[in-house]
Nanobody, 123 residues
Framework: QVQLVESGGGLVQAGGSLRLSCTGPGRTFRASHMCWFRQAPGKAREFVAAIEWGGGETYYADHVKGRFTISRDKAKNTVYLQMNSLKPEDTAVYYC????????????????WGQGTQVTVSS
């Protein structure tokens, strides 16, 4: 397993933006396919976006397409989730996770998880 640390969550008004970051250690992180999931209160954890290890291929859930962008900076061992045009329904704890499988949006394919960062969007 790889230790992952998320940051960047917070409280924002609807229509606003936030950028989440996820960092991990060295070569293992750089070679990993990465994903963002989220979990709202009382709901199941759901796929948000994924990026393959090289950064050249990405996937998005339909409900965030055109608003969220996943990217990675290998030199900084960091994966980002830029979230624009936020909606109250985007309120959730956001988790980053790593996988050796690509492509994948199934929780069971991800073997390392961060502790999560809270995103709250007010109306």
């Amino acid at each position: 397993q790889v230790q992952l640390v998320e940051s960047g969550g917070g409280l924002v008004q609807a229509g606003g933006s936030l950028r989440l970051s996820c960092t991990g250690p060295g070569r293992t992180f750089r070679a990993s396919h990465m994903c963002w999931f989220r979990q709202a209160p009382g709901k199941a954890r759901e796929f948000v976006a994924a990026i393959e290890w090289g950064g050249g291929e990405t996937y998005y859930a339909d409900h965030v397409k055109g608003r969220f962008t996943i990217s990675r900076d290998k030199a900084k061992n960091t994966v980002y989730l830029q979230m624009n045009s936020l909606k109250p329904e985007d309120t959730a704890v956001y988790y980053c996770a790593r996988s050796s499988n690509w492509p994948s949006w199934f929780l069971s394919d991800y073997d390392s998880w961060g502790q999560g960062t809270q995103v709250t969007v007010s109306s």
